[in-house]
């Protein structure tokens, strides 16, 4: 049985609207890099594919995000809508970070979503490359945490 407090609005049906604000959200959640906030966000039993590995469950999400923020440092992502219907939305994402080495890279990826009626997110497909780059290359340089509202996306960036 799923609490009221575990409610994540917007709630499907979703409109062009309340997917977008859905995804900000996911967006502004993830720049926290804080596993355990993060996967407050995903029912207690969602399933991933996340590149090669499957997770199961909040505990299981909390390890894969803790071990990605362990190794991609000063991670900076950008999401934006590709499609919706009803209780799933699909977005194009791209992220920026360097490994222990200083070595950066650019992810690119798309994310396939399914909710539940509360909101929450309980399948979860994310297909991801790593480019990397050098510095200079970099397009997301606001400070580490929340995309300012007047900071460009994708399309803006030409990515």
């Known amino acids: 049985m799923t609490t009221e407090s575990e409610q994540r609005p917007p709630l499907p049906p979703f409109t062009r609207d309340t997917a977008m604000i859905k995804i900000r959200k996911a967006e502004d959640a993830w720049n926290t890099r804080d596993p355990e906030k993060v996967s407050l966000a995903y029912t207690r039993d969602s399933r991933w594919r996340n590149r090669f590995e499957f997770v199961r469950g909040r505990e299981e999400i909390v ?83 929340r995309r300012p509202d007047d900071y460009p996306g994708l399309s803006e960036l030409g990515l």
């Open 63 to 145: 390890g894969l995000l803790s071990r990605k923020w362990a190794r991609e440092l000063e991670y900076r992502l950008i999401k934006e809508l590709w499609a919706f219907g009803d209780n799933r939305i699909a977005v194009r994402f791209a992220y920026e970070y360097h490994d222990q080495t200083g070595n950066w890279f650019r992810a690119y990826g798309n994310e396939n979503w399914e909710f539940d009626e509360n909101g929450l997110m309980a399948v979860r497909h994310a297909s991801i490359n790593d480019l990397p780059i050098a510095e200079s290359e970099r397009k997301f340089h606001w400070p580490q945490g």
